[in-house]
């Protein structure tokens, strides 16, 4: 959701001086698990016979994650002007994963229903969870009614505009993220009538940038952040969900729950 600049990214000084704390802590573990992020994201390769030699076209090919798609792109990571707005000293993708790690906690009890969306719109469920820590750090920068409390206007963890759509359900609800992930489907489809010869990672990295500042300002596939808040959205949003997409140690047979866990 689009946000006033002043306001973007902000949180009390109590919070950014902890995070900046943890930040100077843990910048070569951050920077590590995101080099393990890479690695993990990438489909691996069939595993050899006992002899060495490739296994058949009978074995089964290797499984690729709903989160495979966060591979095909590497962004900056967070603007210098986000990063300071949290109470960081410098941008990118370190800061953006420190972000990400400070707000999973936040986050994870929801997992299961951002995978179960994610489904149902062909999307990444790490991207809706980047989305949820760039625009409010899960849920901590809404008011008691679930909106922002710096503008008002968006609804919910994942910020769906009031003046554009009717928000649905509670601020943590599947009914809510449902509708932010239908939200960015659709921006996904615009953009891919817009710029055809995308690939599909380039096509979900604009649909990004289109819900923050929308569709008819995100005006170039190659700088698709030009007119997002703090120049960086999508860019920051991927590297957060880069570092998401490593993170799911649930029981991947569990079923994902049909209803709110907020």
Known sequence: MPVPAALAERKPAAGRAADAQASSASSTLRAASYAEAQTALRPRAPAPDVAGAPVGAGAPEAKVGPNAILADLQTTGASLSTARGQGYRRGGVATSVAMAEADSGRLDDLRPIFEKVAAEFDLP?????????????GGTQLNAEGYSRWDGQGFGIMQVDKNSHTPQGSARGIEHIRQ??????????????????????ELLRLAVAAYNCGPGNVRSAATPDRRTTGKDYSSDVWARAQWYATQDQRDPAAPAPDGNMG
């Open 125 to 137: 469920p790490a991207i809706l969870m980047g989305i949820a820590s760039r625009e409010t750090r």
């Open 180 to 201: 932010a992930a239908g939200i960015l489907a659709g921006f996904r489809d615009r953009m891919r009538a817009r710029y055809p010869d995308a690939s599909p990672a």
